[in-house]
């Protein structure tokens, strides 16, 4: 019971005795009053039936901003404005139907002093019938304080709420039972569900790619090892969205306390698909620049080396084709048939190097692939090779001119479809499709064998320079590597993509011709 509960309870009481009673025991009873009044937290008031002020204490007089002398016989209506004086009125006509013993009726007042202080009170009136008449008892307590920390915590409130509903991050929290609380639009965005469909319907293992996972998660906050009792920093997790793909997310998680008692859990989920689509093509972008870097290198090398090769090359071929001329024993001329056939073998391999470490001397043509992929498959349809391979062409008859020789982009197509003849081993299909990548603006051939496919060891290293998997005799490791430089001079790339035992797929980019470019 506060002090002025208590006054008005001894000032009831000293009221209702009776004029006879001991005058000293009435006096001692209200100095108790006027000391507990006095005491108290809140403004009281006395008035008479006209509303007049007949006491104040010191806390009435500092909040209507009043010096007690001078607000002994207001009317306590004349210190409001028109507003509270409104109030005022129909907070008497609630005081007037109260049926309770003791009626207490409260409502909120703007209290403006005459120096233009404003406070913020809950002003509450009750009613006594004493000996002298009618009293009206007012209490003023002063809410501004308590008003404007609500008022605080409310706009710190909506500014977290602003904060969490706006994140592009996806925001979750859950109880310790583990039910979905919070669910952003960010997490909206990131799993597909609507926040009504999960807050308070959905358990939080069901968002984790497995159950274990989420269990987990709450090991590890709780744990003193990964930030601390309580706290989750950054690990990567995987969810589950609604259709069932899985996302890589990093996940930052803190439990809620309560006295001490875990009352929920919040985590911050960042989408890190782009994050590493962006870095699987940093990683690609790496490993053209290294396989540019090899090219370059071979260049040189290919430059050097064809140079002082083609010289003794020339000699050998021609002396041997004269020494053939004069030969009749057939013996001899069977070992030097085979002498110039090995000699043109070498010159090929070094017309090869050539061809990579140098552009050909022709001038540059608008030209169709569809017509190279026309050209190497009637060249090679009919013979042995061939006689088991079902040859399958889907090419866009639409499809865009590029730019360069063709001459050197029939080789390329010679050297992928021969390559993908030789990993069938006589026996499968050989897929040739062509069309445009209206996403890249490219013109695409793609060259896809049935055969024994490329081991991932393997796969990176397939355009490097000498490297072969085929038997001794059988290459030289150029074939490809000069494939790929050809189609890098022309401005475009040269992929493969397979897995052993599933085939291959050869796959030519180049651009669109300057004439033809949207």
Known sequence: ??????????????????????????????????????????????????????????LASGMTGMERDRLIGTRFPSILNEADRQSWSRLLERLSKASD??????????LESPAGTIREAEVCIGSHQTPNGPKL????????????????????????????????????????????????????????????QVVGKMHIEKIYATPEMAREIMSKIRSDEYGGKGKLTTIQVRLRDRTG?????????????EDG???????????????????????ETHLQLVQSEKM????????????????????????????????????????????????????????????????????????SLNENIHKVVSLFKNQALFHNI?????????????????????????NLVVNAVDAMEGEGTLSLRSYYDNERRTIVAEIEDTGSGISEEHLSRIFDPFFTTKRVGK?????????YGIVRRHGGNLSAKSRLGEGATFRVELPVSGSERL
């Open 101 to 110: 013993d003791y009626p207490r009726r409260c409502a909120l007042f703007m």
């Open 390 to 414: 079902r040859v399958s062409m889907d090419l866009d008859p639409q499809l865009p001119t590029t730019e360069g020789d063709p001459g050197l982009m029939n080789q390329v197509i010679t």
């Open 261 to 283: 008692e875990e009352v929920a859990t919040v985590g911050i989920f960042t989408d890190l698909r782009e994050r590493l689509r962006m870095e699987r093509e940093l990683e």
């Open 245 to 257: 793909e899985e996302i890589p997310c990093n996940l930052s998680a803190a439990m809620i306390y």
């Open 296 to 367: 370059a290198s071979l260049g040189k090398l290919a430059a050097g080396v064809a140079h002082e090769i083609n010289n003794p090359l020339g000699g050998i071929l021609m002396y041997a084709s004269l020494l053939l001329e004069g030969m009749e024993d057939d013996m001899g001329k069977r070992d030097l048939q085979h002498i110039v056939d090995q000699t043109l073998r070498c010159k090929e391999i070094v017309q090869n190097l050539l061809d990579f470490s140098r552009q050909s001397g022709k001038e540059r043509t608008q030209f």
């Open 137 to 196: 008892f007012v209490q003023l307590s002063d809410q501004t304080e308590h008003l404007r920390i609500l008022n605080e915590v409310r706009k710190s409130n909506t500014f977290l709420s602003n904060i969490i509903r706006s994140s592009v991050d996806g925001i979750l929290g859950a109880d310790t039972k583990g039910s979905v609380l919070i669910f952003n639009e960010g997490a909206e965005q990131l799993l597909g569900y609507r926040a009504d």
């Open 475 to 483: 290459g030289t490791g150029l074939g490809l590597s000069t494939a």
């Open 1 to 58: 019971m506060s002090h002025e509960d208590l006054g008005l309870m001894w000032l009831d009481q000293l009221e209702r005795s009776s004029a006879e009673e001991d005058s000293s025991k009435r006096g001692w009873l209200k100095s108790l009053v006027l000391f507990l009044f006095e005491m108290g937290n809140n403004g009281i008031l006395v008035l008479d039936e006209d509303f007049r002020v007949e006491y104040a204490n010191k």
